[in-house]
Nanobody, 125 residues
Framework: AVQLVEPGGGLVQLGGALSLSCAPS????????MNWVRRPAGTHREGVST????????YYADSVKGLVTIARDNAKNMLFLQLNNLKTDDTAMYYC??????????????????WGQGTQVTVAG
């Protein structure tokens, strides 16, 4: 079975940075695109970023462009999301997710296939 485990997350000060990671198992990692999704408390989910299997193409939601960077290490089966210049609006549960298809997934929830349990990021102002 596919498992997506996200250690990390935590409390960070306004303007700070944080790196999230995801350790997928049960799939041929290098052959699948991967995503990060976030859900602030009391509001809707937002597709944050997508990276293709080879890592050659990345996609970002307009709301995070220039502020986050998605990356992967296929040799170690790891997915990453670097969050920079954090604002209180970035406080959310962050999820690692596998889509059914390649390309930008965004908020097309029907295209998501597997989800991690989520990790909480809290930005203290």
């Amino acid at each position: 079975a596919v498992q997506l485990v996200e250690p990390g997350g935590g409390l960070v000060q306004l303007g700070g940075a944080l790196s999230l990671s995801c350790a997928p198992s049960g799939l041929t990692f290098s052959q699948v695109s991967m995503n990060w999704v976030r859900r602030p408390a009391g509001t809707h989910r937002e597709g944050v970023s997508t990276i293709t299997g080879g890592g050659d193409r990345t996609y970002y939601a307009d709301s995070v462009k220039g502020l986050v960077t998605i990356a992967r290490d296929n040799a170690k089966n790891m997915l990453f999301l670097q969050l920079n210049n954090l604002k209180t609006d970035d406080t959310a549960m962050y999820y690692c997710a596998r889509p059914r298809n390649d390309g930008w997934t965004g908020d097309n929830w029907a295209r998501y296939y597997n989800w991690g349990q989520g990790t909480q990021v809290t930005v203290a102002g």
